[in-house]
Each structure stands twice: as structure tokens, then as C-alpha cells.
């Protein structure tokens, strides 16, 4: 046999039809593209049912706000329904003070007044309103509000030595501090009043 002849004859065929070739990927095509939808659907599943959580989330978020806000309100409302209960009879004695007063009976407008003013302080009282002790404490800007120094030979310096308007406070926050005339060093107001 020749050797030109040997190289020449036909070489083994390989199967390369797309019959053979076909069935290997386009099956693990296909199985990708099944698994692929099966994710994809079920990534939608779960966002589907975060997005239904979060809504629902949102939606008792928004009604617990407006219940607060109803209760907050109606309590409110209360609260200011029972101090005008507990002011009325104030009120009424005020009324019988200025009919004393119009009759000129000053006894009478002066127990009147007296009456007033306690049944005001006692209502007040009962809510939690406090005075602040201020007369003759050291000076605490905290519950003072000095609006004078005055020197002093009988204070320390310091000191509160007149109140000109009361302070409150309703239980621990300041409802309004004391105006007061505070002591300051005697020679201090002697060395001002030279300097002028």
C-alpha cells in the first residue's frame, strides 16, 4: 500500500450531527432555564410576602399612631374638664366677693377674697404646683430670677432678700422662677458709688 494512499483515505468520522449534540446541552439548557424560572419565582414569593408584611407593618404603624393621638387628646380633654370642675366653685366665690364688694360689706369682701384665694392655691396644690422657697435662700438661678442687687449690711451676699413675684414650680419642672431683689458686699455698693 502506498503511503501517500494510507494519509489519504478517509479519516473515521466523528458524529458531529446536531442530533448528537443536541440532546447534552439543550438538555442542560432547558434544566437551567427551569431552575432559573423556579428562583425567579419564588425571589418574587418572598418579595411578594416582605412587601405584604411591610404594608401591613405600615398600616398598624399608622393606627397605633392615630389610637395615641386620640388617647393623648382625650386625656387632654379630661384632664382640662376636671380642672374647670375643680375652678367653677372659685369662680362662684369670686362672683359672691364682687356682689360684697358692690354692697360695700368689707368684711364680707374681705373673708370673700380670703376664701378665693385658698380655694385657688388648695386647687393648685392638689395638681402638683409648688412655691419655691425663695426668701432670704442663697441666690440659685435655677428658681430665681434676679431683677436687682441691692448691697446689705444684714444678708450675705448672695442671699434673696425681697421676693417681688413669686416662683413655681408643678412637681419637678420650673413653671416659673421667683423674681428677686439678691443681696450683694456692702463695700461693693460703696466702691460703685464712689467710682460715680
Partial sequence: MDKHTHQRGPAPKKDTSPESEAP???ASDQKVAEISA???EELRRERDEYLEALQRLQAEFANFRKRVLRESEQAGQRA???MIEELLP???NFE??????AEHD???LSGG????YNQLRDVLVKRGLCEIDAHGQPFDPNQHDAILCQPSAEHEEGTVMQVIEKGYQLEDRMVRPAKV????????????????
Fill in 38 to 40: 423556579q428562583m425567579a
Fill in 113 to 116: 377674697v380670703e376664701l378665693v
Fill in 24 to 26: 447534552t446541552a439543550g
Fill in 80 to 82: 382640662s374638664t376636671q
Fill in 96 to 101: 359672691r366677693a364682687m356682689q360684697a364688694a
Fill in 106 to 108: 368689707q368684711e364680707v
Fill in 181 to 196: 431683689i439678691v443681696s450683694k458686699d456692702l463695700d461693693a455698693g460703696r466702691d460703685e458709688g464712689g467710682k460715680d
Fill in 90 to 92: 372659685v369662680l362662684d
